[in-house]
């Protein structure tokens, strides 16, 4: 990713998940994923196989939550710098244990104005993409599409990029 998106900026080489853990395997497709228009997806790297394409090499990384992240390396910048963060997740299967991983950030920073943009496959994984949802939704987060309509009935959807706008700040 740091040269395909040719970066100037350091990449921190580690997984975000549900918990902390020393190597952790990540799976890598044995070959670019075809996506719409003709462009190869280089990426689609996933601490889960996927039976769509074969996940036959993988790499040991450092899991860690978002929330143990945020604190090491993002609380005092965060903190002072940061009014409207935007996040994109698109994890390949691993939407719930990175959410999950996200739990103190997601409530703490009442002072910052979160979105998370959350890619959900509704088509092969609904079951999961619902319990993303609630999680969400728990959170004080409501689910909306690019047309910033709230998603009342998310059980219809299909798989698509969906935006959880924060609402409420739930008693925890």
């Known amino acids: 990713n740091h040269v395909i998106n040719n970066l100037s900026y350091p990449l921190h080489r580690m997984i975000l998940g549900a918990k902390n853990q020393e190597g952790a395997k990540i799976y890598y497709s044995s070959a670019p994923l075809k996506q719409e228009f003709g462009k190869l997806n280089m990426g689609a790297g996933s601490i889960y196989t996927q039976e769509s394409r074969s996940c036959d090499e993988f790499e040991l990384c450092k899991m860690m939550t ?93 798989s698509g990029n969906y935006i959880f706008f924060r609402t409420r700040y739930p008693d925890v």
């Open 66 to 158: 978002f929330d143990t992240f945020w604190m090491e390396y993002l609380d005092s910048y965060f903190q002072k710098n940061v009014r409207r963060c935007v996040m994109k997740i698109d994890v390949e299967g691993a939407e719930l244990d990175v959410i999950s991983g996200m739990k103190n950030f997601l409530l703490s920073n009442k002072e910052t104005e979160i979105i998370l943009v959350v890619e959900l496959l509704f088509d092969s994984i609904g079951e999961l993409c619902e319990k993303v949802v609630d999680l969400m939704e728990s959170f004080g987060y409501e689910l909306h599409n690019y047309l910033d309509e709230k998603i009342e009935d998310y059980k219809k959807l299909s």
